[in-house]
């Protein structure tokens, strides 16, 4: 009897594709976009090394992140219930949820500021209007019917590679400073140089090459 092959052998990849390229993309987010583009215009290639340091730090949590996932099936707050006290529990998620509110309104600004660099005008109208779209869009159309959008959407991010054919860069100073260390004791630099690692690792969510979250 000839066996017929598994419905998954049959999709396309950009079919396989779904929420982990969606999550990964959306990890590149207009704050951190902002933030980076911050560092980098103070230093320029400078801070490159440390890639190589943060690095294998980000893809363990990540894969740690996803593998628990995997296995039993819950988040990361639904499995902490089992392993420690309720109170501790629900700090821990109150500081999360603290922290996204507080990231998801430097988002929403990043997006009226960048709207208000290419058409001018008010940028908290701006914001005002992206996080009301965004309400409406999230909550009143399903998943089914958004996701693809979304992952439509994430094809923008190839911007990025573009971008290294389109503009100049001087590679002499991109090798430098990716094998010469350099580190400057002051107020600016060492958060800055905090943020900076992050960068890379938005770049290979943006092409799923991470699990998802």
């Not at 420690?84 to 700090?91: I, K, L, M, N």
């Not at 922290?99 to 009226?112: H, T």
């Not at 992952?151 to 054919?165: C, G, H």
Request: hydrophobic share 50%; net charge positive; aromatic share 8%.
């Amino acid at each position: 009897m000839k066996h017929s092959a598994p419905v998954n052998a049959k999709k396309s990849l950009w079919s396989k594709l779904g929420a982990g390229l969606i999550t990964g993309a959306a990890d590149d987010d207009p704050s951190g976009i902002a933030t980076y583009s911050q560092v980098g215009a103070a230093y320029g290639y400078a801070t490159i090394w440390s890639l190589f340091l943060a690095m294998p730090l980000m893809v363990a949590i990540q894969t740690i992140s996803a593998r628990i996932g995997r296995a039993t099936g819950k988040g990361i707050g639904s499995n902490m219930r089992y392993h420690y006290p309720r109170s501790v529990v629900y700090a821990l998620i109150l500081s999360v949820v603290i922290a996204n509110v507080i990231n998801l309104a430097a988002d929403v600004g990043a997006m009226g500021a960048a709207l208000k660099l290419l058409i001018g005008g008010p940028a908290v109208l701006y914001a005002t209007g992206f996080a009301l779209a965004s309400l409406a869009l999230q909550v009143g159309v399903p998943f089914s019917r958004y996701s693809p959008i979304l992952k439509l959407l994430t094809l923008s991010l190839f911007a990025y590679v573009a971008t290294v054919f389109v503009i100049h860069l001087p590679w002499g100073e991109v090798i430098k400073g990716t094998v010469l260390p350099e580190a400057k004791f002051d107020a600016k630099y060492t958060p800055d140089q905090c943020t900076r690692p992050a960068t890379s690792m938005h770049r290979l969510n943006s092409i799923g090459l991470t699990p998802p979250r």
